[in-house]
């Protein structure tokens, strides 16, 4: 609202009202503007930081965020605009509970006056109530009078110190609750000042003290009890630091000025809670010389003024306890802070005997933090609890007051002992019971991370479900289940009588999913589609990278899932169901669309099996009863008869044929002045057989009308006689159509087109799975009947034939005028996120109205159920498509970022709070947008060319450098480390860690106390040695001085034999790597291709390394290299029994033939025709040892063929075969030499051959 304000309105201060210095601080910091200058104003700023919304800022409008300090105490000059959200942060004491609560209510109706008057002091001025007219009738009249809202305690006191008996009777000016006033007399029971004698209430000794004290009861409780214990001085300065507890340390300012404010309060924080660690405080600011006691104070984050009031607060106390009671308090202390003793517990017993009703035990469960004994109620420590510095939680506490704001916490927190308490008598809870309740914690181990984030689910989504289900059957809202991913380990919280059932249930179905996990298979297809109507062979890689089936038959692999209610039935139920009546799943996909209607509403998921048998055993249990449910299971329809999903965009076409006749004449509709040439060309123009008269139009000055047309002539028909004829450009050809015709249903006309296209379609499944038609119901003025028709992607040529075979056409049952016109219309489409397109809209409009210009194109812009928007063309040419995609693609899509460099680990660190920075600072310095794909671990950037390439070198440049300087947490708590190590850090190296700085100045540092973590900034080798520094000291830490024993965590690397760097830990077996180390595994595997399966190279271990680590190991590009290597070496240790094609780098494989024929193998990848048997081209009606030999010698069949013929003889010169049927015994062979047939002797003519014939062989002639 003060931004709009500022947008909007004239010149003139703005002054909003908010609840606390938290939403103040944040408002300051998120109000960015550079004509404006925020403010802060609330109880905490020193007198310097307040005075700052007095003074004037030239040039800049003065927003002041302020909490109702501001509505009364003062007045802000030059203030026109007030914002005023109706709500304030109220401390009050509720009966109900008997405790102090500080939370957010409505302010009265008289403080929303005070507000608007705010505005306007010396200008007229503006209150804008961010609240409705019956929200300010609903409130208040007036503030609740304080004495409703407070503990009556020390009113009750007075009262009953006055004579009155019966304090309900006392007439007050503004009467509290009865149940005020009970709970007010039960509290001072419990603390010894009231007692009941004859049915009446009356002060004890200790009331009578408590009314000269005139303070708060509990405080006054504090002092009493501790001059009984001898320590005078620790109680007075208790009393005194406990009234102003939370004004006394300073957290204001920048992030990083509260960074600091947390590390200097450390080293005074005090393991035994929030009023030890003001005694300590007070301790040493008193021993401060009075000068220097403000500069310790600004030096130590600690407030000044707050101090110097807990100092009068502590003399005036002094001075009465000397006047009225007759105690000289000591100006020694006995208590020590750095110093264990019996000083401390009597401590303990001051405060419990004060806060008696303000104890809470914690649950056991962090995220249910400590429970109030007498409420019932779950609060936490407030982060500002110095027992949040200690990596321990204290059993029992004890607490000042609630805080409820967005969380319900504990402020002003002392820890107590059990003993301390079970000494202690309390009427209305009984510590043994109380402990009874308490929450057992279970831990798993031995699960890898990819196992947890299934169990967990999306966003959670399963774990969550699971909570909530034992929830339900325990009947205890308190059970809770936390992931510690670091550790790979699951926390169980329960009652000790529930912990066990619920660490066999989460245990078993953790042991579920790793099974999922190891029984795993991805199928891959060995080539890519390259013939219609059919699906290449699939090979199912499991764990380790090996060939766990080679499908080559198509044979189905895969059951489609659908129940009759899918939401009632829990995806284990049916699996399990499936593994136990089939077994050999070894994957499954849960269907996970939405709005789904009809069929898809019932669908549940795909289940994929090792083998086609099982996936056809499975279909014995369709119809199945499940949980109440029908089962209904079929094979997926995606690999029946090699129907997979197309990876090619469909096929339409527009198809038209007219309904109405024609009457004999068109109109044809040229450019402006064109129409006379066009008639002039047109002269005594033949059109369908018919001379036909060319006229201008006397309606239309740019048309020409055509006279003398046969009814069967279609507008195509004559459109290309225009063009033949004249170069003029023609806009548009109508026939002028008369009644229209009634031919038959859209059904009949449905039918009778996939009649048509029937026989171009494969026959090997349904013609519904290769085409769809749909008919348009015209309306009553429409000229033509129109369809669609969409054909499977894979079958374009198919398409393309009975396109061409319809073309001109007139379907069955039509009149032979009625002609089809067919269009085939290619489509594209382009996606992307809402982000992306909040970012590119303007840009995206601009582009799509230019397209609208380009003839035949149409584009739609949709917005999908999940929020994305997708662009959808269509047009009558494929390079048109091409050429509008190609502008759309780059605008929705984005510029990928590739760089050699940018390795998953370095892509890794837009994970953290420095990688989201670095993105954000970039787009707003660029005017980019850069979207980041957590689980692809891609970068792709979005904006001008120009400035798309400029991101991309920065955030390349960035993120190498972030790399080189990785920012990372080194922790201080967990494992065996102390429990106080963070304060001994603070205490050791100071709390800027100035002299971790000063040894190794190369490297950054910063203590984040609220995560008990040194961020490091610097190279590895640094860090490497500061964490060897804290491990060293943490060791040198323990209890009384003794060590204690540090958790080594240096792993060696099975592979390297060094440390572990960006480790990896395998889901299997949990052991650990180097991430590069198993990268580098892997491809010796595939560079070898004898390491399959691929195994943990741990000593003793060899398991297999599972699928879900092959896919965080490597990317896309390299698990194919990976499986084709695999399937290398299947094909190579199968025995002979498979083979790849034979032709060179062929990718397919065919299964060797068993007997002694072979069969014919005909290649999808080539389309190679190979024996099975003999490995060679197939050679049908011809063995395979007959072919061998033919091959061998290609004229053995010859000699096969002349063996004991006669007639048959061999050329003696060159060899050619030669067969006498019948003539003379002289032959001339085709080399020119003629043969005499009886002896073969040959000669150079036939004469010479003829007198050889008579000379020798008389008897042949």
């Excluded at 199912?540 to 038959?553: C, D, F, T």
């Excluded at 069969?1159 to 049908?1180: K, Q, S």
Aim: net charge neutral; glycine share 6%.
């Amino acid at each position: 609202m003060a931004m709009e304000i500022h947008a909007a309105e004239e010149d003139g201060a703005i002054l909003a009202f908010l609840t606390s210095q938290a939403e103040v601080e944040w408002a300051c910091e998120k109000f960015q503007s550079p004509s404006a200058i925020a403010l802060p104003l609330h109880g905490k700023l020193s007198h310097e930081e307040q005075c700052r919304v007095f003074q004037n800022y030239p040039g800049k409008r003065k927003v002041v965020f302020a909490t109702n300090l501001a509505e009364t105490s003062l007045t802000i000059p030059g203030v026109k605009y007030v914002v005023d959200p109706g709500l304030v942060k109220d401390s009050r004491f509720e009966s109900s509970s008997g405790m102090n609560v500080l939370r957010v209510s409505k302010i009265s109706q008289s403080s929303a006056n005070q507000r608007a008057g705010r505005a306007g002091r010396t200008d007229p001025g503006k209150c804008y109530r961010l609240y409705s007219v019956s929200d300010y009738q609903s409130m208040d009249l007036h503030q609740e009078p304080e004495i409703c809202k407070v503990h009556l305690g020390i009113a009750v006191l007075r009262i009953l110190a006055s004579g009155i008996k019966n304090v309900l009777e006392f007439d007050f000016i503004d009467a509290p609750s009865v149940d005020a006033i009970n709970k007010a007399i039960r509290n001072l029971v419990q603390l010894g000042a009231v007692a009941c004698k004859h049915d009446a209430f009356a002060l004890t000794a200790d009331g009578h003290y408590l009314v000269k004290l005139g303070m708060e009861p509990r405080l006054g409780k504090i002092i009493l009890e501790s001059l009984r214990y001898g320590l005078r001085k620790e109680g007075v300065v208790l009393a005194a630091a406990m009234a102003n507890a939370s004004n006394i340390f300073c957290r204001v300012g920048t992030y990083d000025e509260k960074l600091k404010s947390d590390c200097l309060k450390v080293r005074f924080c005090h393991h035994d809670g929030d009023l030890f660690t003001l005694l300590s405080v007070y301790r040493e600011w008193e021993s401060i010389r009075q000068e220097n006691r403000n500069k310790w104070c600004w030096e130590n984050r600690i407030n000044a003024k707050t101090m110097r009031r807990c100092r009068d607060t502590v003399l005036e106390l002094e001075n009465c306890l000397k006047n009225e009671l007759n105690f000289i308090i000591p100006t020694y202390w006995l208590w020590d802070p750095l110093v264990a003793s019996v000083h401390d517990e009597n401590m303990k017993k001051i405060i419990l005997s004060s806060l008696a009703d303000n104890v809470a035990m914690y649950s056991g469960y962090d995220r249910l933090g400590y429970e109030v004994v007498l409420s019932g109620e779950y609060f936490q420590l407030h982060p500002s609890c110095s027992l949040q510095v200690y990596n321990q939680k204290p059993h029992w506490v004890v607490f000042a007051e609630l805080l409820s704001i967005s969380s319900q916490y504990l402020v002003c927190v002392t820890a107590i002992d059990f003993d301390s308490l079970s000494t202690f008598i309390h009427p209305l809870f009984d510590v043994s019971k109380m402990e009874s309740r308490k929450l057992q914690l279970r831990v798993i181990k031995g699960f890898g991370g990819v196992a947890l984030k299934r169990f967990c689910g999306k966003s959670n989504s399963s774990l969550t479900a699971l909570v909530s289900r034992m929830r339900a059957i325990y009947m205890d809202e308190r059970i809770g289940i936390e992931i510690n991913v670091g550790d790979n380990e699951i926390q169980l919280f329960a009652s000790s009588k529930d912990i066990e059932k619920i660490y066999e249930y989460v245990n078993n179905a953790l042991i579920y999913e790793t099974k999922w996990l190891r029984n795993e298979c991805l199928e891959k297809c060995l080539y890519h589609e390259v013939r219609a109507g059919a699906s290449p062979p699939v090979a199912l890689v499991g764990a380790g990278a090996e060939i766990k089936h080679l499908e080559l038959g198509n044979r189905c692999l895969t059951v489609d899932v659908h129940l009759s209610n899918v939401n009632v039935v829990d995806d284990k139920e049916v699996l399990t169901f499936l593994e136990k009546s089939v077994s050999g799943i070894c994957g499954y996909n849960k269907f996970t669309g939405t709005g789904q209607h009809g069929d898809d509403a019932e669908r549940w998921g795909r289940v994929s099996f090792l083998t086609p048998e099982a996936a056809r055993k499975a279909l014995y249990f369709n119809g199945s009863e499940l949980c109440g449910c029908v089962l209904k299971l079929s094979l997926s329809r995606s690999s029946v008869g090699g129907i997979r999903k197309s990876s090619f965009a469909a096929v339409k076409a527009k198809i038209s044929w007219p309904r109405r006749y024609s009457k004999g004449y068109a109109i044809v509709r040229c450019e402006r002045n064109d129409a006379q040439f066009i008639v002039d060309d047109c002269f005594n123009v033949l059109i369908g057989g018919r001379f036909v008269q060319c006229q201008t139009s006397t309606r239309d000055m740019n048309s020409v009308v055509i006279r003398g047309l046969d009814k069967e002539t279609s507008e195509a028909e004559i459109l290309e006689v225009l063009h033949k004829t004249t170069n003029r450009r023609i806009l548009d050809v109508f026939l002028i159509r008369g009644d229209e015709v009634n031919n038959h249903s859209v059904d009949a006309f449905e039918q009778a087109i996939l009649k048509e296209i029937a026989p171009f379609m494969p026959s090997q499944g349904p013609l519904s799975n290769y085409c769809h038609v749909q008919v348009f119901a015209p309306e009553p003025k429409d000229s033509f009947m129109k369809a669609w028709i969409t054909f499977d992607g894979k079958l374009h040529l198919e398409a393309a034939k009975a396109l061409q075979h319809m073309q001109g056409k007139a379907l069955a049952g039509c009149f032979s005028w009625q002609k089809m016109q067919c269009q085939q219309v290619f489509h594209s489409s382009a996606s992307c996120s809402a982000s992306v397109y909040a970012f590119i809209e303007r840009q995206l409009n601009i582009l799509l109205k230019s397209f609208k210009f380009r003839p035949g194109v149409c584009c739609n812009l949709e917005r999908n159920e999940n929020g994305s928007y997708r662009v959808k063309i269509s047009a009558n040419a494929t390079k048109t498509v091409a050429e509008l995609r190609r502008p759309l693609e780059q605008l929705m899509n984005g510029k990928k970022v590739n760089h050699c460099s940018l390795t998953p680990m370095v892509l890794q660190l837009l994970f953290s709070k420095d990688g989201i920075m670095l993105m954000k600072s970039l787009q707003q310095e660029m005017g980019t947008y850069i979207l980041f794909d957590r689980q692809n671990l891609t970068v792709r950037i979005f904006g001008p060319e120009k400035k798309v390439a400029l991101t991309e070198q920065k955030l390349i440049a960035s993120l190498l450098a972030l790399h080189d300087k990785e920012q990372t947490d080194i922790r201080l708590r967990g494992g065996a480390m102390p429990y106080d190590l963070m304060k001994k850090v603070v205490e050791k190296f100071g709390p800027d860690l100035h002299v971790l700085k000063e040894t190794i100045p190369e490297a950054e540092f910063m203590l984040n106390t609220r995560r008990h973590v040194i961020s490091f900034s610097g190279k590895k080798d640094l860090r490497l040695q500061v964490e060897q520094m804290i491990r060293d000291f943490a060791r040198s830490v323990g209890v009384n001085g003794s060590i204690k024993r540090y958790e080594d965590d240096n792993i060696a690397c099975p592979i390297c034999l060094c440390e572990v760097e960006d480790c990896y830990q395998l889901e299997a077996c949990g052991h650990k790597f180097c991430q590069s180390c198993l990268v580098e595994q892997l491809e010796s595997a595939m560079r070898g291709r004898d390491g399959f399966p691929v195994g943990c190279a741990h000593e003793g271990c060899g398991m297999h390394i599972w699928l879900a680590d092959l896919k965080s190991l490597l990317p896309c590009e390299k698990l194919e290299d990976l499986f084709r290597a695999s399937l290398s070496a299947f094909v190579a240790s199968s025995g002979g029994t498979y083979r790849f094609c034979p032709s060179p780098d062929c990718p397919s494989v065919y299964r060797v033939a068993s007997g002694m024929v072979g069969d014919l193998f005909v290649c999808g990848a080539c389309y190679a025709e190979t024996c099975t048997r003999c490995h060679v081209e197939y050679h049908p009606f011809v063995s395979c040892e007959k072919y061998k030999e033919l091959k061998e010698d290609p004229d053995m069949s010859l000699k096969e063929w002349c063996k004991g013929k006669e007639h048959v003889k061999n050329c003696p010169v060159c060899g050619y075969t030669i067969e006498k049927v019948d003539g003379c015994n002289h032959i001339e062979c085709r080399c020119g030499k003629h043969i005499c047939w009886v002896c073969l002797e040959f000669f150079m003519s036939g004469d010479d051959c003829y007198v050889h014939l008579r000379s020798e062989h008389p008897a042949t002639l």
